[in-house]
């Protein structure tokens, strides 16, 4: 089996001005990952460091650059996933953390549970000497914040739920970035996804999304494949987008970009939001595809990259 990692920057109504950081941002998270993928022959290595590359770069929404919530604050959540045995570790409601990535690992390798989240998160954090920044709010930007101010301008926050128009649809958010994720597999056909997101701006405090829920924003199984997704949570949440594509693959014995493209142009039909997912299969067969205006994705087999952002693109290009 031929090494692969698959990364996502994220689904939604990104600026043109917005590209190039998403553009340098996954070819950046790809490289990365892939090297250790050859390093490590690991792919649960792999999306781990895929991802921590994306957390620090303000372009995504994820770590530092997560979006705000209505009290101008920001919370996190992560999940991760092996498909060898179907272990997973998620967290949730996560502040202050650079890397939620790694936390949701350590829930997976040091706890005996799937998923913390609140002052339990957080508390386990500490125990394992993970960084808590202080002062508290590092991770907020400037781009956050303009974000928020917009959603707040455009929202009659009195009747309407948070990133939701009145007939159910996704409310456009000038300048809304995206959750991250990557799919990898290994060359013993071991398949691992991670997702980090810091949700939808405007939220209410506590809000919970799709992302460290497994079968909705992750999902691992060296069977048939591995599944990120990104976009509209509540949707995806409703339709478990993630297992949803891996069940068409399983019992429909349709390719990566097939069950891809159906579940998620079906998951728009039935609820109204957009989304994104990248997959690969068992065989190392890769799917992207989104119903949103764009997502940034990117993926490295061998020396090249190939990566995008508009539908129809894919550009190529080789990184020795």
């Not at 995504?60 to 101008?72: D, P, Q, R």
């Not at 956050?144 to 948070?162: D, M, V």
């Not at 999902?219 to 949440?237: L, N, Q």
């Amino acid at each position: 089996m031929e090494p692969i990692i698959l990364v996502h920057g994220g689904a939604g109504d990104i600026p043109d001005s917005r590209d190039q950081g998403k553009h340098d941002g996954v070819r950046q998270a790809a490289r990365i990952g892939y090297s250790v993928l050859r390093e490590t022959n690991s792919a649960l290595d792999a999306v781990e460091a895929a991802v921590k590359s994306m957390e620090v770069d303000e372009n995504f929404n994820a770590g530092y650059g997560s979006v705000l919530t209505l009290n101008e604050t920001v919370e996190m959540e992560a999940s991760i996933m092996r498909g060898a045995d179907l272990a997973t570790g998620c967290v949730t409601l996560l502040r202050d953390i650079k890397h939620p990535i790694s936390l949701a690992r350590m829930v997976m390798e040091k706890t005996p549970h799937n998923f913390l989240g609140g002052e339990g998160a957080m508390d386990f954090a500490r125990e394992q000497g993970v960084e808590i920044l202080s002062p508290p709010g590092q991770l907020v930007t400037d781009h956050a914040k303009r974000a928020l101010e917009s959603f707040k301008k455009q929202q009659n926050l009195g009747n309407s739920q948070p990133g939701k128009t009145e007939i159910g649809h996704e409310a456009p958010v000038p300048g809304e970035v995206g959750t991250v994720g990557a799919v990898a597999i290994d060359t013993a056909g071991r398949i691992a996804v991670a997702t980090s997101t810091g949700g939808i701006t405007g939220k209410y405090v506590g809000r919970i999304g799709d992302t460290p829920l497994l079968g909705c924003g992750t999902f691992a199984d060296d069977r048939f494949g591995g599944v990120s997704t990104t976009g509209h949570g509540e949707s995806i949440m409703k339709f478990v987008l993630a297992k949803d594509i891996i069940n068409r693959i399983a019992f429909q014995g349709v390719t990566a970009q097939q069950a891809t493209e159906e579940a998620v142009k079906e998951m728009t039909k039935v609820t109204g939001g957009t989304a994104g997912a990248i997959t690969i299969d068992k065989d190392g067969n890769i799917g992207i595809y989104f119903s949103s205006k764009k997502m940034s994705w990117a993926y490295q087999k061998g020396h090249e990259i190939t990566y995008g952002i508009r539908h129809g693109e894919s550009i190529t290009g080789r990184f020795l």
